[in-house]
């Protein structure tokens, strides 16, 4: 119930109540992967990013076959300019789930962010330097 709960709270913007729920989870069972999972969506929304990769970190130890996990963590070390990281965290999202039509556009922007996005990929990497 407290997963339940504390998952529909954070969906619907009520991140403190969530994280009341998760957090009680975690006392409960600390190697719940899930609640890991919702409470580094929680720390993802609320701006908490350094804490919030630590959860999805900790969801991934827990449950490695998490996908959602990855490509939340990959979202992060993005807007973090960590694009080689983010990429092998989309390519694994990609690996548990062929067909997950979001990961594709989430690899393509990070090989991008690399320089290896089409013809000009390699200007983009040179100009950056």
């Not at 954070?10 to 600390?30: H, R, T, V």
């Not at 919030?52 to 076959?65: G, L």
């Not at 939340?72 to 039509?101: C, H, V, Y």
Request: glycine letters at 10%; one cysteine or more.
């Amino acid at each position: 119930i407290l997963l339940l709960r504390g998952s529909a709270f954070s969906l619907i913007g009520e991140y403190f109540k969530g994280q009341e729920d998760i957090e009680a989870l975690l006392k409960l069972n600390p190697e719940h992967g899930q609640a890991y999972f919702w409470l580094g969506y929680i720390r993802q929304e609320t701006g908490n990013l350094p804490t919030a990769i630590e959860a999805y970190n900790s969801c991934i130890h827990f449950d490695p076959y998490f996908k959602a996990a990855y490509i939340n963590r990959g979202k992060i070390l993005m807007e973090n300019d960590l694009a080689d990281e983010a990429l092998s965290d989309f390519r694994t999202a990609q690996q548990l789930d062929p067909d997950w039509e979001i990961v594709p556009p989430l690899i393509q922007e990070a090989q991008n962010k690399l320089g290896g996005g089409g013809m000009f990929g390699v200007f983009r990497k040179w100009l950056k330097m």
